[in-house]
């Protein structure tokens, strides 16, 4: 059975109208976004959003509505207005998570996001030099080979073949694909050296998100271009890898990179 990351308020047994009346009610448990900043005449008039209060995209296609939505289902709110089908799912789900031995399934893939970066150089290395040394790696033309590691483990899934390729045996960077909000997100970088998880604005926009739906946090980061460097906020996002499905904090930052993501030590 196919279960999405994204959340997904048509398992309600309300109207959106109705929902957003229900959210009223709830006071202070619910956190309301403030009004939609893009510009005017970027946005369609005749559209308009009960949740934001104001016009701009339809009640039912808000994406700020939905991770609140989530987000109180998540607190045990809001179950009584579920569909007996929704709540079976949830019981079975909740199940399957106790017994730890049913894995997530895959979510659905609706976009794959790349990334194409600016600039002279990325890490120091000229793009120029960094394409001569990929070229000639796969053609097995650089002139100072790799010494050959012992695998001290059957744990490490590299063989002897694929090592013969690597210019930097433990120095080369891990960079994976991951799945998030339902897109194929590439040029992810796995650093255990960082204590936050980045998501650079560039991508969270071709997530398809607004940037009126990020947290108003701003928190100060070392390490971006050897300056401080403020967070334009933060933002919860559902991430799958591998069978489990996991809503991750990242911190948003506004600058060019050569990845999507960073993800940092758990």
Not at 41 to 64: I, Q
Not at 181 to 196: A, E, M, P, Q, Y
Request: glycine share 6%; charged share 25%; aromatic share 6%.
């Amino acid at each position: 059975m196919y279960v999405s990351t994204w959340p997904d308020i048509s398992h309600l047994s309300i109207s959106t109208p109705e929902l957003v009346n229900t959210l009223r009610l709830m006071g202070q448990q619910v956190k309301w976004p403030p009004k939609i900043k893009a510009p005017d005449s970027f946005r369609n008039p005749g559209l308009w959003c009960d949740f934001h209060r104001d016009h701009g995209h339809k009640t039912e296609d808000c994406v700020a509505l939905k991770i609140e939505v989530n987000e109180l289902l998540q607190k045990g709110h809001l179950r009584e207005f579920l569909s007996e089908k929704a709540k079976a799912h949830l019981s079975k789900d909740a199940s399957g998570k106790s017994k730890g031995d049913a894995p997530s399934s895959p979510p659905r893939q609706d976009r794959v996001i790349h990334v194409i970066s600016g600039g002279y150089e990325v890490s120091g290395v000229s793009h120029a030099a960094a394409k001569k040394s990929t070229r000639n790696a796969k053609h097995g033309l650089e002139t100072a080979q790799p010494k050959r590691l012992l695998l001290g483990t059957d744990e490490i899934s590299f063989t002897a073949k694929e090592q013969e390729k690597m210019l930097a045996p433990h120095h080369d960077a891990l960079v994976v694909s991951l799945t998030i909000v339902n897109c194929l997100v590439k040029r992810i970088l796995v650093d255990n050296g960082s204590s936050s998880n980045i998501i650079f604005l560039t991508a969270y926009q071709d997530l398809g998100l607004e940037e009126n739906n990020l947290t108003c946090k701003v928190t100060p980061l070392i390490g971006f271009s050897g300056e401080v460097k403020q967070t334009a906020g933060e933002v919860v996002l559902p991430v799958y890898a591998e069978g489990i499905n996991l809503s991750t904090k990242f911190l948003v930052v506004d600058c060019q990179s050569a990845y999507n993501m960073i993800l940092g030590r758990p």
